[in-house]
C-alpha cells in the first residue's frame, strides 16, 4: 500500500509553480476528438486522470505524442471507433465528456457510467438532457450509457435545470458540430468552461458567451487542426497552495496562476488576516498570525469552489475563534472531516453544514484521503500536525495535483512518498 508521510510541523516559504487546470484537460482531450487532424497542447497536468484519458483515446485510435510531459500532439485522424473502453471509462467522472464529443463525430457512442470522487449523488440527468435535445438517443443500461443519432445533430435552446460544470462542458461539445443554433441557458461559468469554448474557437467552432450565463453555439460543419494551445493554469492547484501557505504562517510566491480566478479564495484569505499580493500572473500569500474564522458557503464560479472547501477548512480548524462551511453542491463533501478530528480538530459536520471550532495544535494520525481535494486538505493538515501523519489512500490526490511532493518540498516541507517495498 502507498501513502506519504507528512513531517510536520512547518512553514511554507519560497515559489512554487501551478501546473495545467485539470478539469479544463479532462474536457480539451475529449474535444479533440471533433477534428480529423492533429491538435497541439502546452500546459497538460501530468496527472494520473490525464494518463487514464491518454488511453481512452488510444484505445480509440487516438495517435498521441509527447513532447515533453506537459506537452502533447494528439492526431485523431484514424479514430473509427466510438465504444470507450468501460473499464476505463468507469474509472473517473470526466470520461462523461466522450459523450458529447464522439456524438459530435460518430452515429453510435458507447461509454460507462463514469465514475470519480464519492462526494454523494452525481446524476447524468442534465447532460442526457442535453443530447436529447439536440436529437440524440440516449439509453442508460447495464451500468452503460448509449448514445445515438439518426442524423446530424441538430441546435436547439436548452435551459439546464441547475448549474452543471460537465453538462454545460459536454452541451458545447455536442453542439459545435450541430446543424443550426444552439441557446443554453443557466449555464455554468467556471474558467475552464472558458477554456474549452477558447480552444473549440482556436479550432474554427462558433461559441459566444463562455463565462456569462448565456452560450450560444452556432454550429459548423467541421473543426481545423490547432498548432498549439496552452491550457489555463488550474485555479484549484493554486488556490490549495494559497491556503497551505496561509495556515503554515508562511510567505509564498505562487507562479503561473490567474489571479481573477481566484477572488473568492483571495476575499476568504484577507478575512482570515492574511496579506495577498497580486501580481500579472502570480499570487504572493504569507501569514504571520492566527487566522480569524469566518463562514464559507460553496457555490458555482465566482462563488467559493466546493473543491476548495476541505483545504479551507483547515484554515478555521486553526482559527481563533469558530467558522461554519456551508456546501451547496455536493451532499456528502464532509466525510473528511472525521479525519481531522483523529488529529484533534473541533469539527461537527452534519447534512450541508460543518462548525469549525479553532484548536491551538493538531497532531499526527493515520488519516485517509477520502477523496482529491479532501486528500489535498490531509497533507495541510499533516503540515501544521505535530509529528508524523501517515496519509492513505493517495491515488486520489494523484489523479489531480501534479508532483504534489516535490512541489511541497520545494518550499521547505518533508513529505515522504512510502510504498509497501519500501518498508
Ligand atoms: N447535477 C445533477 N445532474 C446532472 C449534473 C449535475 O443533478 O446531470 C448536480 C450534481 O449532483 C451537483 C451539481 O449538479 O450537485 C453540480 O455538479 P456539476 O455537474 O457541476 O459537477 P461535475 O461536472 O460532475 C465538476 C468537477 C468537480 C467539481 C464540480 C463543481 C470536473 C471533471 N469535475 O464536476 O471537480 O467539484 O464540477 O464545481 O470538472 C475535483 O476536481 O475534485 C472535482 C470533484
Known amino acids: 500500500m502507498e501513502k506519504f508521510v507528512v513531517h510536520g510541523p512547518c512553514s511554507l516559504n519560497g515559489e512554487v509553480t501551478i501546473s495545467g ?12 476528438l471533433l477534428v480529423k487532424g492533429k491538435c497541439h497542447l502546452e500546459n497538460v497536468p501530468d496527472i494520473s486522470d490525464i494518463r487514464a484519458y491518454v488511453e481512452i483515446l488510444e484505445a480509440l485510435g487516438s495517435k498521441i505524442t509527447h513532447i515533453s510531459k506537459n506537452e502533447l500532439i494528439i492526431d485523431n485522424s484514424n479514430v473509427n471507433s466510438a465504444i470507450a473502453s468501460s473499464e476505463l471509462t468507469s474509472k473517473f467522472r470526466a470520461s462523461y465528456y466522450l459523450l458529447g464529443s464522439l456524438l459530435g463525430r460518430f452515429d453510435k457512442v458507447q461509454i460507462s457510467l463514469p465514475g470519480g470522487c464519492n462526494l454523494g449523488a452525481r446524476p447524468i440527468d442534465q447532460h442526457i438532457k442535453i443530447l436529447e435535445k439536440l436529437g440524440a438517443t440516449v439509453e442508460v443500461r447495464n451500468g452503460n450509457v448509449y448514445a445515438s443519432r439518426k442524423d446530424t445533430l441538430k441546435g436547439a435552446p436548452i435551459f439546464l435545470d441547475m448549474v452543471s460544470v460537465g453538462a454545460t462542458m459536454n452541451a458545447i461539445l455536442a453542439a459545435t458540430l450541430a446543424e443550426g443554433t444552439t441557446v443554453i441557458e443557466n449555464v455554468a461559468k467556471e474558467p475552464h468552461i472558458v477554456d474549452l469554448a477558447n480552444f473549440l474557437n482556436s479550432m474554427g ?8 450565463d448565456t452560450i450560444k453555439i452556432t454550429g459548423v460543419k467541421e473543426l481545423h487542426q490547432v498548432s498549439s494551445y496552452s491550457i489555463i493554469p488550474d485555479q484549484i492547484e493554486t488556490g490549495t497552495f494559497m491556503v497551505a501557505a496561509a495556515v503554515t504562517k508562511g510567505d509564498v510566491l505562487i507562479k503561473n496562476c490567474i489571479p481573477k480566478h481566484m477572488e473568492p479564495i483571495t476575499a476568504k484569505l484577507l ?4 496579506t495577498v499580493e497580486e501580481h500579472a500572473d502570480s499570487i504572493r500569500v504569507k501569514m504571520d498570525k492566527k487566522p480569524n474564522a469566518f463562514t464559507v ?13 476541505p483545504q479551507i477548512c483547515i484554515l478555521l ?15 456528502s463533501r464532509f466525510q473528511y472531516t472525521d479525519e481531522l478530528t483523529k488529529m484533534g480538530a473541533d469539527i461537527s459536520a452534519h447534512g450541508t453544514t460543518a462548525i469549525v471550532k479553532g484548536v491551538d495544535k493538531l497532531y499526527s494520525a493515520p488519516i485517509r484521503a477520502h477523496d482529491l481535494r479532501a486528500g489535498a486538505a490531509m497533507i495541510i493538515a499533516g503540515l501544521v500536525a505535530e509529528g508524523n501523519t501517515e496519509v492513505y489512500d493517495i491515488y486520489h490526490i494523484l489523479r489531480g495535483y501534479e508532483d504534489i511532493t516535490s512541489k511541497f518540498a520545494s518550499l521547505g516541507a518533508n513529505i515522504e512518498y512510502v510504498t509497501d517495498e519500501e518498508k
Do not use: C, H, R
Open 21 to 32: 487546470a485539470k478539469n479544463a484537460a479532462v474536457a480539451i482531450l475529449p474535444a479533440t
Open 205 to 212: 467552432a462558433k461559441i459566444k458567451g463562455a463565462g456569462t
Open 271 to 274: 478575512e482570515a488576516g492574511a
Open 297 to 309: 458557503k460553496t457555490s458555482p464560479y465566482p462563488g467559493f469552489p466546493t473543491d476548495m472547501q
Open 317 to 331: 480548524a486553526m482559527s481563533n475563534g469558530t467558522g461554519m462551511i456551508v456546501e451547496n453542491i455536493w451532499e
